[in-house]
């Protein structure tokens, strides 16, 4: 019997990592899209007659994370209410398919009309995928490995980043549409899995085997009343309404390869290069920081994770902002090397790259707090709340960012960043005060009602 029951637990925990990667690979492509304008941000600008206007294309992405943000709001209810399987399942579908449709897009101001429709509309998709997975994620990881398993989750973000600025970067001098076609087939492909995977109990991976019943069926789904039950407790609402922390990231990431031109004389290549620096440092840091965040949650210290996520946001401050007034320029036409041996280069990539390792304390143990203050049956909706509040800061990122880099300079418009990044800390302290009450709330009522 001991035999079988190991067996079990061995089949069971490879077809989680299994489900954990098809997410990751989902979520990836799904954010690889949002992504793809900035290393052709003047190409596309000219591809629609706007004469390498930024503003215009801002705007497309404003709205863009506006729909994202209403259709995370309904399908985060929905998640909570209905199989999340076929939710996934119908958000792949669609942003695949209208991704492929990119590239019937003519030139001109018609062309931006018909990309402005596609691009949202493909933000359904993603407000489809987004809280439907966090929730699956949610019931396949243990209470102990959250920070961790969910540390996967957000660096699938990050790959879809990598993803569609690597993909723009190549295809972009062939044909800016290129991209998202490459993106759409892979797209529908992944679609295809989803198809064999098998929805887990709303139970998780904590309570399974430890009830009467070995596999109860959890039956609880949200209701219109839990809503007042979530915003009640403090935790949980300055965990939802901190969309600051969205702010700085949208302007670097919008802004950057323009703002390496204009200031460095760096090229797109080039510059795409130093990003994946950036981006492996913050998929190092949130793995790192997943790990530490697990550890001391196990050894009882319950804030470890607030406490972390809080480190995060203030220490790369002066960092980011030290590294985006170094003054220097390399020559033109420099190797990559030649820009690499640059001291201005080196200690740019240094700073920015320490900074954003320790921001990704914030990654998976935001997730991990997210997941122990709710409820099965509320998670989705939680987490579709909260990345709609964030959407907000995505939204206001670029359009702030490209505001300012077209009224004073690319450098000023970069610089506006650390204004929003210095206010992210204030959010986070409402939680680390409140956050053992809320979730000892939380686990009560889950236990009494599968009377453990």
């Given at each position: ?59 497309l992405t404003f709205v863009f994370t506006l729909v994202s943000g209403a259709s995370l709001l309904l ?105 998202y076609v490459a993106a759409g087939i892979a797209g529908l492909c992944i679609s295809v899995l989803i ?51 969205t702010i700085p990231t949208g302007i670097i990431l919008f802004l950057l390869f323009e703002y390496m ?192």
């Amino acid at each position: 019997m001991s035999v079988l029951l190991s067996d079990m637990k061995d089949n069971s925990r490879k077809s989680s990592i299994l489900s954990i990667i098809l997410f990751i690979i989902i979520i990836s492509f799904t954010y690889s899209t949002q992504n793809m304008i900035s290393p052709n941000l003047e190409l596309i600008s000219n591809y629609f007659g706007f004469g390498g206007d930024s503003s215009p294309l801002g705007i497309l992405t404003f709205v863009f994370t506006l729909v994202s943000g209403a259709s995370l709001l309904l399908f985060g209810y929905m998640a909570d209410k209905f199989t999340r399987k076929w939710i996934v399942f119908g958000g792949s579908v669609a942003f695949s398919i209208f991704s492929l449709f990119t590239i019937f897009i003519p030139s001109g101001f018609q062309g931006y009309v018909l990309f402005f429709l596609l691009t949202s509309i493909n933000g359904i998709g993603f407000g489809a995928i987004i809280p439907s997975t966090f929730s699956l994620i949610g019931d396949l990881i243990s209470q102990t490995n959250r920070s961790k398993g969910f540390s996967f989750f957000s660096i699938a973000s990050l790959i879809g980043m990598a993803l569609g600025l690597g993909l723009a970067t190549v295809l972009g001098p062939l044909d800016w549409r290129f991209a998202y076609v490459a993106a759409g087939i892979a797209g529908l492909c992944i679609s295809v899995l989803i198809l064999m995977f098998r929805e887990p109990s709303r139970i998780g991976k904590d309570y399974i085997g430890l009830t009467d019943q070995d596999a109860i069926e959890y039956t609880y789904r949200i209701k219109i009343s839990d809503l007042k039950r979530i915003f009640k407790k403090k935790s949980n609402f300055w965990l939802i309404v901190n969309f600051v922390d969205t702010i700085p990231t949208g302007i670097i990431l919008f802004l950057l390869f323009e703002y390496m031109k204009s200031y460095h004389n760096i090229s797109a290549d080039t510059s795409l290069i130093f990003l994946v620096f950036i981006l492996l440092s913050t998929l190092f840091g949130t793995i790192v920081f997943g790990y530490i965040g697990d550890d001391k949650f196990r050894k009882g210290n319950k804030r470890a994770r607030v406490m972390l996520a809080l480190i995060g946001n203030i220490v790369p401050i002066p960092l980011i902002f030290t590294a985006l007034i170094i003054p220097f320029e390399v020559s033109l036409g420099s190797s990559f090397l030649q820009v690499l041996s640059h001291p201005g280069v080196i200690l740019w990539i240094v700073l920015f790259s320490a900074g954003l390792f320790v921001n990704g304390a914030v990654n998976g143990n935001w997730y991990a707090t997210v997941v122990d203050l709710n409820l099965p049956e509320n998670r989705g909706t939680i987490l579709a709340t909260s990345n709609f509040f964030d959407i907000i800061g995505k939204a206001i990122g670029p359009l702030v960012g490209a505001i300012a880099a077209d009224a004073v300079s690319y450098v000023f418009g970069m610089m506006t960043s650390i204004f929003f990044w210095s206010a992210i800390p204030f959010f986070w302290i409402p939680v680390l005060r409140n956050i053992i009450k809320d979730m000892d709330e939380t686990q009560k009522i889950f236990e009494e009602r599968l009377k453990l």
